[in-house]
């Protein structure tokens, strides 16, 4: 594998000459790719805050706008399928940034031979969730690839919300000290993924939370606009998501395992499969991080939503672990969480 | 192939109980599943209005929002590559619609085994294209799929962009004596693709006319706010765009053979392979319907721009042609120009 440059600096990502599937896991590789390649090429401010949602000035107002791609398999699964995914996967991440998602676009990509009556069903789903979640589906595209060329489909969302004045949410401003609130279980949606993949089947009732989150982040907002941030936990998980505000806020965090919320099921599953909750998708669930004089009261609105039910303060922003992820295990002792490089989870989401 | 239905109404795609690279074509299948099942799916007046891009209200003023994906093969081409192609083609949407281009999301499908080197080739060119057009990219995401479920690399860029108060182009506001305005010679995009395809390489100087049309059409408008509507010229060329034209504003449109305007390549291109130019795909053509008291006047301003030194006028809003098209030929006979169905050119864009 020989070394990639770009212009006259070496890339962290120049370990690799090829894409692997762990560019698109949401750990370090993919990091890499974003900060060696994608946003030195693109150079702009908006793009290098590495939200999860670009924020514009537009005329006097805040505009967010975000783009996901969903290549999901299988396309549908336990709680969802690829189109509701899509919906609530890009309105969670125009929510998270403090923004009320006006309209989504949709842009399929399908192989060649994909059963007609198939995409009905999952544009039912998609014209569903738009309907639930009271946003509308404005633009689309439809492109086909040769058989053998694609998988099925796939299916893009773009979207853009409008942003509350004032709010200036962002994963640089963590401060020591400052809480870490999650809005309910981890891991649920990769559980339920694994859970119906070829050559893993296994019995379990847990279901995707795939889930729109806009109306909760809109209550935790409107009860506390001292939120410091807030992250939808999907590709790599609690981890990813804590590792990006560490680095982002030169932060260190502490996480306390037995506060951080588990259903039964997913704790079972997560030891027979070798994995660690932290690390698995979710597509219901976020992450707020407050300022700690503000933190019970935003997990009483939390709790108070049906989709905050089992919000839980899981941990603190640590004044002695400089850029470092530790969990204090339920006995006692603390352990590192590193950040995930390959991909445990291909095609999670 | 069984029937498929939609709630009750039987649907014209039900034809097909498969996809076919006709689906993407552009033409009458496109049409079919367009109409079929996502308009009524999603049911909403901005999608059912078929523009090129959604135009919405924001904030006292309005804003235009589009999705495309781009799957074109080969990834580089005579004049133009995959990455500058999605920037510019997502430009060329907003820009008919009267909109200023303003930020651009990227969404990258990589396939397992791509080499970076040549994904870097592709970002540095999308880089380029945006700075060419003074546009960012502002949020972006990046998915891998195993060898074997994608080709190589697949992007979608969605645009927003600021329409200019008082616009209201609209497909559905052609009037007969409208004249009809293309920017220049028509087929180079899908002539250049087809000179590179394996099986298919002929040889020929024919480069993609891959260009952002935001300056061309922001002069056109600024000149002549009565130009009832633009259409940029992609799959299914001016055909399909005429064909939508036609359905929405019913009426019929006569074209003039003799003044369409044709690189003598192109010509030569289309006679060898059996391809008519009006179906051919254009990446940086468009064309534009204008009342003919202001057609010279708008014509004048094209062809004063680098992107319209061969606009021509080639047709007109005819009287006696409901909702067809037809060609004058060059000695006088009328033919009708048939929308496609199936698909010519696979993966032109």
Known sequence: MSDTTLGSCPIPFSRYGHITLGHGSGGELMADLISGLFVPAFANETLAALEDQASLAWNGSRLAFTTDSYVVRPLFFPGGDIGSL????????????????????????????????????????????????????????????????????????????????????SIASAQPGDRILVSGTLGDHGIAILSVREGLAFETTIKSDSAPLHTLTRAMLDTCPQIRCMRDLTRGG??????????ASDVGVRLFERDIPLKTEVRAASEMLGLDPVYIANEGKLMAIVPEAHSKRVIGVMRSHPLGADAADIGEIAKDQRRRVVMQSSVGGERVVTRISGEPLPRIC
Do not use: W, Y
């Not at 609690?238 to 680095?247: D, F, G, I, M, P």
């Open 86 to 169: 899509a919906v609530n996967g890009t309105i969670n991440d125009l929510s998270v940034g403090g923004a009320t998602p006006i309209a989504l676009s949709a842009a399929f990509i399908l192989e060649e031979g994909l059963e007609i009556a198939l995409l009905e069903r999952i544009v039912r789903s998609m014209a569903r969730a738009c309907s639930d979640a009271g946003v509308e589906l404005v633009t689309g595209d439809t492109k086909v690839v040769e058989r053998g060329k694609g998988d099925q489909v796939f299916i893009n969302t773009s979207g853009i919300g409008r942003i509350a004045p004032g709010s200036v949410l």
């Open 238 to 247: 609690l981890s990813s998501a804590l590792h990006e505000l560490a680095a």
